[in-house]
């Protein structure tokens, strides 16, 4: 089969592009999963990279997030028939396998080898590509904004890094249960398209400083008033942001964070953590019903996945380097 292939760690220049890559055969309770839809994140840019402590095994095909359909059934698999159109979960829940795309072969190839309970039912009218896009960036966004932040209407919510893949999600899952969004972005361009997609307010972190950009349109925090700053920021990002947003905090406010795409060592002022009464929230993934219940509000069209390119696996270099040069807004698709 066709499969980009990396056999140890580096920039794009490790990729391979294999066309004779060993096909895989579906075991006892697995299935065989024709490759509709692939989509990277920057989990997959880590494991490209190589992380501490953890081992890759070699060769391996990335890709965390595929959707398709059944293309081969193992014995005992009695829940999906062959042609079954499905969305994997690439957590290993049963704690037998690893993390697809990372310990096990994932989704860059023509098939992907999963167990059957691994799967879940792509409804009619959700495109491969919609479903692709929402495991690790959309669910991670479902639970820390739904599960974990519990944002509710009237809310003043920052969300950094908002014009991504997980930053698409929390905007729009804000403004479902009526919070008011004030997006971050780079460009002009990604602030647009924020405001289209239902942002309240737009501010360009390039140009403004974070907490100075809060304290002009919303008034600077005191520790005995609740008007001026915001109720919660949404900060995956870590870096040189995460001190400067704790200061945009209103008292009792609280910060959402589910990673750190800019660095996850950051300084932090803890007065303000303790003056103010600050809650950190942090939120690890997601659960198999919260694919459903995604999954469910696509089909509705009350979530719109935001997909910004769709490549070819031959093209999959192009594919990383627009993430890693920040020019995505939302996801970004490969299609074998």
Not at 149 to 161: D, F, N, P, S, Y
Not at 187 to 197: G, H, V
Not at 296 to 318: C, H, K, N, W, Y
């Amino acid at each position: 089969m066709k499969a980009v292939v990396i056999n140890e760690h580096g920039t794009n220049a490790v990729l391979s592009y294999e066309d004779q890559f060993e096909a895989p055969v579906a075991g006892p309770g697995e299935v065989i999963v024709k490759v509709g839809a692939c989509s990277l994140n920057y989990h997959d840019i880590f494991t490209r990279n190589g992380m501490p402590g953890i081992k890759v095994p070699m060769p391996m095909i990335m890709g965390i997030d595929v959707a398709g359909t059944v293309a081969e059934l193992g014995a005992g698999v009695t829940d999906f028939k062959v042609g079954d159109r499905v969305l994997v979960d690439p957590v290993d829940r049963a704690g037998k396998r690893g993390l697809l795309g990372e310990m096990v072969h994932g989704g860059l190839a023509e098939f992907c080898r999963t167990e059957a309970h691994s799967l879940v039912r792509i409804p009619d009218g959700v495109s491969f590509e919609q479903a692709a896009a929402l495991p690790v960036a959309y669910g991670t966004a479902y639970r820390m904004m739904m599960t974990r932040g519990q944002i509710t209407a009237g809310e003043r919510v920052l969300i950094l890094g908002a014009s991504g893949g997980v930053g698409t999600c929390c905007v729009q899952l804000a403004k479902s249960v009526g919070a008011y969004v004030i997006a971050f972005a780079s460009s002009q361009s990604k602030m647009d398209r924020l405001r289209e997609l239902g942002a309240d307010d737009t501010i360009n972190y390039v140009d403004e400083d974070i907490a100075k950009a809060i304290y002009s349109r919303y008034g600077k925090p005191h520790r005995k008033q609740t008007d001026g700053g915001v109720d919660v920021v949404v900060n995956f990002t870590g870096g040189d942001t995460w001190a400067k947003c704790l200061r945009t905090l209103k008292p009792g406010g609280r910060v959402l964070t589910c990673g750190a795409t800019a660095g996850y060592d950051p300084r932090t002022d803890l007065r303000f953590i303790w003056t103010y009464e600050l809650d950190i929230k942090g939120s690890n993934g997601w659960q198999r019903q919260d694919l459903h219940t995604l999954l469910d509000m696509v089909q509705a069209g009350t979530l719109v996945p935001q997909i910004d390119r769709v490549f070819s696996l031959t093209e999959t270099d192009q594919a990383f380097a627009l993430i890693e040069e920040r020019k995505v807004f939302g996801k970004v698709i490969v299609k074998p």
